[in-house]
Every structure is written in structure tokens, then in C-alpha cells.
């Protein structure tokens, strides 16, 4: 089962999406470079039972990749509890509260610190063209030794006037930062 998020905070169905996107309805599209049969998203449906895709991610992931000029492979998208306490434990990074367990967030492997800078820099220049208030996290995984760029929709419902600003949430999740 495939849910959306959309840019009002609704639980829409992949067909309405589909739909809604321009996607070819029935298919196993979530976006325009993105599909259910992909490593990750196949592996959350398996994981999780559903896969929970969020509007204004997926029309920045596309954007991006669109920009990029080529794949992006994403590690990291929907995360339950349990994993995030696995992540902790394992010794990685992790938020006490991560916004991929609100299902905002995707992680794009990239390769190289170099590559993490890049692709983080052109992510901001496209979310500023979309209008999408993003947080990427680029530098704080680079010192880690990590190659991959945390992007997260979260001020698009969090904010002051947005969809979910009155559910409990920290507060950095307000604000389009880069860290």
C-alpha cells in the first residue's frame, strides 16, 4: 500500500496521486524519476507494510535529480521507531526525533564528500526555485565520514500556518536550515 502525503497535509491514495502528478495511473510511479520497485521503497513496503510518500519531497527529489543530470540513489526514506533505535545504537547519528519517522525526510547517498557538497548546494537553489522550504543536512555527515545529504520538507508542514504546526515537533523543524 502506497499513501501520500500532500502539500495540505492529506492522506491521498497513489492513484489519486498518479493522477494529481501527471503520473501514469496504475503504475508503480511515486514520481517522475521514482518508482515502488526501486531498492529502498521496495524495502520500507516490504519493512513497513506501506510506503508513505510526501508531496513536496517528491516534487523536490524529481527537481533535483532533474538538475543533477543523473541517478540519485536514495538510503534512507521511511523509518520506523525500532529502526531509529537500531541507527542509535549502532553508533550513527541520529535525531531523537527524525523527521523520516513523519515521513519528510530522505537521505541520498552520493558517493563523496565532494559529490555531498554539490549535490547540497544545487538543493538549495532548487528548492528555492520550487518555493519549498527544505533542511539539508550536508557537513555534520561529511565530519562523520559519511557520503550521503539529508534533505527534509519538514517547514512545509511544521511551520507557523502549516498543516501539522499544532502536533508535537522540535522546533528546529520550523525553519529551512543547512547543517
Not at 58 to 66: T, Y
Not at 125 to 134: D, N, R, S
Not at 159 to 165: D, E, R, T, W
Request: glycine share 6%.
Amino acid at each position: 500500500m502506497v499513501i501520500v502525503i500532500d502539500k495540505a497535509g492529506n492522506e491521498i491514495s497513489l492513484k489519486e496521486w498518479q493522477h494529481k502528478y501527471g503520473l501514469p495511473e496504475n503504475s508503480t510511479k511515486i514520481g517522475k524519476f521514482f518508482s515502488t520497485t526501486e531498492r529502498k521503497f521496495a524495502q520500507d513496503l516490504k519493512d513497513y507494510g506501506k510506503l508513505v510518500v510526501n508531496e513536496q519531497l517528491i516534487r523536490f527529489l524529481d527537481r533535483l535529480r532533474e538538475k543533477w543530470a543523473k541517478p540519485i540513489t536514495i538510503n534512507s526514506f521511511n523509518r520506523s521507531p525500532e529502526k531509529q533505535a537500531q541507527l542509535t545504537a549502532a553508533g550513527y547519528r541520529t535525531a531523537s526525533f527524525s523527521p523520516h519517522m513523519v515521513f519528510m525526510a530522505a537521505d541520498v547517498d552520493s558517493g563523496s564528500a565532494l559529490e555531498s557538497r554539490q549535490l547540497a548546494m544545487l538543493a538549495e537553489g532548487v528548492a528555492k526555485e520550487l518555493g519549498i522550504k527544505i533542511r539539508i543536512g550536508v557537513e555534520d555527515y561529511i565530519k562523520a565520514g559519511q557520503t550521503f545529504v539529508h534533505f527534509d520538507c519538514c517547514p512545509e508542514y511544521y511551520a507557523k500556518g502549516k498543516p501539522f504546526h499544532m502536533e508535537p515537533h522540535p522546533v528546529q523543524w520550523e525553519s529551512a536550515i543547512k547543517w
